[in-house]
């Protein structure tokens, strides 16, 4: 994992350094926020957050399962509420400023319209693969309201080059009045939630393996974002921020604060590991500038060591949580909007189904079979009909039905899927392409470029306008090659 979040406030504050002065501003009044404007809707002592998950995806490993996605609320639980097991390996000189959050996350059950929701939406959409925070204010639901969570493949940041191999494990942009955020937003108020990888939800599922590393034992991805999503800064703060000419986060007269927060000790730099072990607590002390000098709180949940070697947000960051639930999250635990949400009935509801499905291939030659997945959602089907155009059979009630098509052709296929509270349909035309296996090729099959209606022999999807160009500065035999022209019309979120 990089810092991308670092990488990229670093640059939004040189391009704009007035951010700091709006920053010192913020800070100064966060502090004096006191608890008049809160709300007392406590549910058996807690802080109850209603929680929406937007899986965008392109029906992949990021597609995850309902019970992934509830592993990964169970954990947050478990660490905003002091009962992760690991409370034991805090540092003993923090293990008295180890806070109890007391916030319960739960999933809503009630839409922005009102209609009976599971709180995990799906939506395929290909910019999973290149998510940034254009991707939340697409599908967010009223931040106000809700905590989304934005569920993608990978995370792409606007103008920066990731290096090979690297990854964002998520992304958090600060509560929206934060000048921090709004740096980051633009001002879109809809960019707001964490922004996650598929495979920084819980610990089972696809979260075995972070980015493919096996460090999973206890993923602590969500934990971190989401503790962003409260204003909370890495203790490395100051380094973020660019304040000081010195490439160390360690405070000095002009930044004295680092993280904001009074009892995390300062902390030069993030904190790595770079084998799978941690750090001794207590082991590192990167900043003497403190007093008395302490260790630096390296297992801190905003640090940067691997998720099973933190355990422990500070007293001091659970202030700052709280200032947050009292300003601009203040909305989300009134008594009202709990009701509005849905979150206060905790028995188990089903809703209506969503349906939806993919298919294994699109492309088949005749006499071939395709296997279907179902992909419905909201609410489990208990009866399922297929619908296969062309297909044997043409009708099926299996859940993952498996299809022959013997007859060249372009061929439609739906589903209507039933539960006891309702049913839902879809239906793809032209969705599969069986050819004629006496038109096939033999291999190697080459294709020349000499002379070519380029646009009606080559299919194209691309929502820029880039389409195929004839060239003649390159070829492997003959004088002409095509290409698409992406270095021109290489905008963020587009598509081909
Ligand atoms: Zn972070």
Redesign the pocket.
Known sequence: MIQA?DIILQQKVAGDPSIIAKYMIYEDNLRMINDQNKTDTLINGKRVIPVVFHIIHVYGAENISDAQVLDGLDRLNIDYNKQNADTADTYPLFQSRAADCEIEFRLAKIDPYGNCTSGILRHYDPQTNFAYFQTMSDYAWPPSKYMNIFVVNFIYPEGMSLPDGAFIGGMSPFPPSNPLSQALTGGDTLMDGVLIRHDGIGAIGTATTLGGMPINALNRTFT??TG?YFNLY?PFQNLMLGLLPAASGCPDFFAPDGDEVDDTPPVDAATQNTSASCFVPGSRNTCDQDNPDEPDMIENY?DYQWGFCTNIFSNGQLDRINATLSGDRNMLWSYENLVATGVLDTSAVLCEPVADFFAEKEYICAGGSINFFDASYNGHPDTYVWYFSGGNPSISNDTNPTVQYNTPGIYEVSLMVFNTEGSDSVVRTDYINVMDTALSYDAPYTESFESITLASEFDLFNDVAATWELSSAAYYSGSKSVYINNFDGNINGSYD
Request: charged share 35%.
């Open positions: 979040d971190h974002e962003h890495h905003m």
